[in-house]
Every structure is written in structure tokens, then in C-alpha cells.
């Protein structure tokens, strides 16, 4: 009996066969658009949404804390409030570590590359880099933002970027205006 009679008769497949079916790669068209994915580390993420995820995640962990302390105080627990906190932080991390992962497809690179968000300052790179034009390697570019989104990034980066203003600015000016008391009674003017 030959090797193929045999194959013919046994209605058993060879298990270490390579699979017989077409893969087919379609292209993904320049115009295209894809799915924004926010907890999937597959995809792509432009910098706005980048941004108004990882605001949006920053004031939700705030939250979360603020929630723990009272929670913890009043129910005297300090245990509790303790693990809520850790379990909303390493959520942040893992979170903005998706985010990254989609950041840096969206520029064609590795999510390897996500890794740079921990480093201070140089996780600013995800925001300056702009998105490849059209699709990449990782999918289809991400969809246009919207005018209401973009609005509220920026009206959330004024808020932050006023409210560091004011925190440096008002104990300044406190001061100076201390020492103009202390002169003005010390010189009796």
C-alpha cells in the first residue's frame, strides 16, 4: 500500500500539517477610520483624546482618593481608604499605560515605546509627536476630533495651567503685601 492510498483511507488530518486556508490581508484605504478603543491597547489614539483620557483618569483617581479619605475617616478605617487608594492608582497606571500603547501606534511605533510615559518630561513626546498621516502598520488613523472636545482640553489646560499661576501667585503676593505692612508701620508712613 503507497503513502498515498493510506493518507486517502485514514480519515484522520495530520496534526502537524500547516493550515491549508488563505489569509488575506486587505488594505486598509488612506481615508479610513478607526474605532477609538480607550481600555483596548490595540488601535491608535490622536492627542487630543490622549490628553482628555488622561485628564479625564487624573481627575477620576483624585476622586477616588478624596472618596477613600472620607470613607476612611468616617467609618474608622483607615485600611479601607488604603487599598481603595492603591486599587484606583495601579487602575491610573495600567490605564495610561493602554493609552501610551495607542499614543505611540498612532506615530508608528512600538508599544514598547509606552514605556517613555513614566519618564518625566520626556512623556511629552506623546504629546508633541503628531499621528502618521492616513493609515499604519497599527490600523487606521483615528477619528477627527470634534469641536466640543477639543474646546474642553483646552478649557481643562487653562484651568490647570491658572490654578498653578494662582498657587504660586497668591502666597507671593500675601508676602509682598506682609512686608509692605511691616515697612509702613516700622517707617511710620
Do not use: C
Not at 502537524?16 to 490595540?42: I, K, N, T, W
Not at 483618569?57 to 478624596?66: D, K
Not at 483646552?154 to 508676602?175: E, H, Q, S, T
Request: hydrophobic share 55%.
Amino acid at each position: 500500500m503507497s503513502a498515498e492510498s493510506n493518507a486517502a483511507v485514514s480519515p484522520v488530518a495530520n496534526p502537524y500539517a500547516p493550515p491549508q486556508a488563505e489569509v488575506l490581508d486587505a488594505p486598509v484605504a488612506d481615508d479610513a477610520v478607526g474605532v477609538v478603543r480607550p481600555f483596548s491597547p490595540r488601535g491608535r489614539i490622536g492627542r487630543v483624546r490622549y490628553l482628555a483620557y488622561g485628564i479625564g483618569a487624573t481627575l477620576l483617581v483624585g476622586l477616588i482618593g478624596a472618596l477613600a479619605g472620607f470613607l476612611s475617616a468616617a467609618m474608622g478605617m483607615p485600611m479601607l481608604g488604603g487599598i481603595l487608594i492603591v486599587v484606583g492608582y495601579v487602575g491610573f497606571v495600567v490605564f495610561h499605560a493602554i493609552l501610551a500603547i495607542q499614543r505611540s501606534h498612532d506615530f508608528d511605533q512600538s508599544g514598547w515605546l509606552a514605556l517613555l510615559a513614566f519618564v518625566p518630561l520626556a512623556n511629552l513626546a506623546f504629546l508633541l509627536i503628531p499621528g502618521s498621516r492616513g493609515s499604519n502598520r497599527f490600523g487606521p488613523k483615528p477619528p477627527p476630533n470634534g469641536k466640543a472636545g477639543t474646546f474642553a482640553v483646552v478649557a481643562l489646560l487653562a484651568v490647570f495651567v491658572v490654578g498653578i499661576l494662582a498657587a504660586i501667585a497668591i502666597p507671593a503676593y500675601n508676602d509682598y503685601l506682609h512686608r509692605a505692612r511691616a515697612v509702613k508701620v516700622q517707617g511710620g508712613l
